[in-house]
């Protein structure tokens, strides 16, 4: 059960987000960012399909169809950094960088992983997230340091979203028991390269680092956001309405 819930949870955050992020398409302030964020949502939801299929391996009852459509909001383990409102552009583009450069590291420590389908699943997501990564960094810098007007709105969404990193660093004990087996990830160790590549990248933008404040939790454990049951309902709406579709 402890590597199921582990699975589950990185594939409920790359769901989520791409979800999010799908909320773009045909609404991107140009041809080309609408076509990159649309992109950028399908690597995620690739990533999150084959994680959610490994968890219904283990399962051995539920498909990765159920785990996607037919679960209530406190059943999803992902950060609630992904379930946030996309905002403006440059609020999406904020939760994308702080959310890639964590997923970043997360993968490469992942495909060392002891378990071979964690491994694997991870390290064919690493090329996609080094792109998200470098997109996303090279729009924060654009942005804070372009006009006073574009600054200022990117520093804005920094204050506001910082407060959603701080859950990226917990660790549980299912996920402590799981690291000792050389599993899982200890996502504290993430931390200081996570610290470095977001100052570097933010004192190139020319904006200030958010002082650390109390910070949002509890996406591990099913307590969520009030925007989750809103997008659920969206995403799920077809599949729920036709359970026995099939397509």
Excluded at 39 to 55: K, V
Excluded at 139 to 167: A, C
Excluded at 178 to 184: F, G, Q, R, T
Aim: include cysteine; charge should be negative.
């Amino acid at each position: 059960m402890s590597l199921l819930n582990y699975t589950l949870r990185i594939g409920d955050s790359s769901l989520i987000l791409a979800q999010r992020l799908a909320e773009w398409c045909t609404n991107g302030p140009t041809l080309e960012e609408d076509i990159a964020l649309t992109n950028i949502s399908l690597d995620l939801f690739g990533q999150a399909n084959g994680f959610l299929e490994y968890a219904a391996t283990l399962d051995g009852v539920k498909t990765a169809d159920d785990f996607a459509f037919k679960r209530n909001e406190n059943q999803y383990y992902n950060f609630l950094i992904t379930e946030i409102e996309n905002g403006h552009f440059g609020d999406t583009i904020i939760r994308q960088f702080l959310f890639s450069a964590y997923l970043y590291l997360f993968f490469q420590k992942l495909a060392t992983s002891k378990d071979e389908v964690l491994s694997a699943l991870a390290a064919k997501s690493l090329k996609e997230i080094k792109y998200h990564l470098k997109h996303c960094s090279s729009w924060v810098i654009r942005l804070g340091d372009g006009t006073n007007e574009s600054n200022e709105k990117i520093q804005s969404s920094i204050n506001k979203i910082w407060e959603y990193t701080g859950e990226l660093f917990e660790l549980d004990q299912i996920e402590k028991d799981l690291v000792k087996k050389e599993i899982a990830v200890n996502r504290e160790a993430l931390k200081f390269e996570w610290d470095q590549i977001i100052n570097t990248t933010l004192n190139q933008a020319k904006l200030m680092r958010p002082k650390d404040q109390v910070m949002k939790t509890g996406g591990s454990k099913g307590i969520h956001t009030k925007h989750l049951e809103l997008l659920l309902k969206e995403m799920q709406f077809i599949p729920r309405k036709y359970p026995d579709a099939k397509w």
